[in-house]
């Protein structure tokens, strides 16, 4: 693909990590129009095979949950929001696939996609010194006395789903992939890696977003694990050039401003009701309502029944979100549980798993195929989803309700997954005709048709 597909995909992910600054055509968001726009440019131009992209249980995971919510939708609510919102993220996964056949691209993407977030993080540290006044504008802080810092984002939360992946991304490839992605393949220089990172972490520090800090911890966690089984020795020293930095920035920021705020908020974990307390307040309309409550504008339908059937699971809905303060369970499955029913919460987890063990398969394969370069990659991208999915454990959006801009990491990990998988198909071909020396060494010489 040419230079500008993949600046343009750079464009939309970096417009998702601020949509209050981007701009509509009608109802739509630009970075939507991009990515579909992008998606057409690779069905008719680009000579991508797209079912090769993902494996075929892939495949039919990601369709079975948005098929799911278009049915519960269509039968109980009228409104198609959220299952085409689902929609758009697997044509980003679907872009963001393809990109792992093009290095180009894929560095295009990432960069810019970093630079948009980093940027974000720089005005979040900004705001903790009472700086970047209009950017408050576009917040939900413009006419509140006490403001949380959220870079361009439109609060703490939104801005820790646009930061964790990236800063994890960009931290995992300096400790496993450096000398081949940032310098060989995608000749990304590492201070450009290094910025991004301490400047999005940076944000997500002083937003004093727990789950946003615990989700990153956890992919940093992962990348370590990897990094002691692959016995990369400069791993130490990468952690405490990090450290140092993420020190020296707690150091230098007025003590009223950065640490009095996370010392409060993790003081207020032990009453936090989303560590178990929400499962038993709202298990049982979810137990009552297992295809999903009804819509607002549902009068009766299969899964309900009745028009009055109907009401009173509404009726009972409102009830316990009053008696949890007028939110929803803060929960990534117990939310799609609520509005989409026990089957999408329960396809939302198989394709996690099911992204965790074949990731770990496929990366074993690479590993064992001298393919180092994807195996490293593989897993960055696989511990940028779970620290995505531990922020989305504590908050309503996931990639099955919102989220869309995070189907970016899912598709670089399932395309991956697809690729290994492929590689060894392939090499089992060649190995029972007795004519290994044909078979493939390396994945550089094995590209989607």
């Excluded at 009228?78 to 993220?89: C, D, E, K």
Aim: hydrophobic share 50%.
């Amino acid at each position: 693909m040419p230079r500008s597909w993949g600046a343009l995909l750079g464009l939309s992910l970096g417009l998702f990590s601020i949509p209050a600054w981007s701009v509509s055509l009608g109802p739509v968001p630009l970075q939507v129009l991009l990515v579909w726009f992008l998606f057409a440019w690779l069905l008719l131009k680009g000579g991508t095979s797209i079912g090769v992209l993902f494996t075929r249980r892939h495949w039919i995971l990601v369709t079975s949950i948005v098929m799911w919510m278009f049915l519960k939708d269509t039968i109980d609510v009228g409104s198609f929001l959220r299952p085409t919102q689902v929609l758009t993220g697997i044509v980003l996964a679907i872009l963001a696939a393809a990109t792992i056949y093009d290095n180009r691209a894929l560095r295009y993407s990432i960069v810019i996609l970093g630079v948009v977030v980093a940027s974000s993080g720089i005005v979040a540290i900004f705001q903790s010194f009472g700086f970047a006044e209009l950017t408050w504008a576009r917040t939900i802080y413009w006419t509140q006395g006490v403001r949380q810092p959220s870079g361009l984002e439109t609060y703490p939360v939104a801005y820790a789903y646009s930061s964790v992946a990236i800063s994890v991304f960009v931290f995992g490839s300096l400790f496993l992939v450096e000398r081949d992605m940032t310098k060989r393949t995608n000749k990304i220089p590492w201070k450009i890696y290094m910025a991004i990172g301490t400047s999005a972490l940076g944000g997500l520090l002083v937003s004093a977003s727990r789950s946003g800090l615990l989700g990153v911890l956890t992919g940093i966690w992962i990348v370590l694990v990897y990094a002691k089984k692959t016995g990369r020795t400069g791993l130490i020293i990468s952690v405490i050039v990090i450290s140092t930095l993420l020190t020296a920035i707690i150091i230098v920021m007025p003590q009223s401003l950065l640490p009095d705020k996370l010392i409060g908020k993790f003081a207020e974990t032990e009453t936090d009701n989303r560590l178990g307390g929400n499962l038993e307040l709202f298990w049982p309309l979810i137990k009552d309502n297992p295809f999903g409550i009804p819509g607002p504008s549902a009068a009766g339908s299969v899964f309900t029944l009745t028009a009055s059937d109907a009401a009173i699971s509404r009726l009972e809905y409102e009830r316990v979100k009053a008696a949890n303060a007028g939110y929803d369970p803060h929960n990534a499955f117990l939310t799609l549980a609520v509005h989409y029913g026990i089957p999408a919460a329960v396809i939302l987890g198989v394709i996690y798993v099911s992204l965790i063990f074949s990731g770990r398969q496929a990366a074993r394969y690479f590993r064992s195929s001298g393919c180092e370069y994807e195996a490293c990659l593989l897993w960055v991208v696989l511990a940028a989803c779970m620290a995505v999915l531990i922020h989305g454990m504590f908050h309503n959006a996931s990639i099955a309700l919102g989220e869309m801009r995070n189907w970016y990491w899912i598709g670089l990990a399932l395309a991956l997954i697809a690729k290994a998988e492929r590689l060894k198909r392939v090499k089992s071909k060649y190995s029972s005709r007795g004519d290994r020396s044909k078979a493939p060494v390396s994945s550089k010489r094995f590209q989607v048709a």
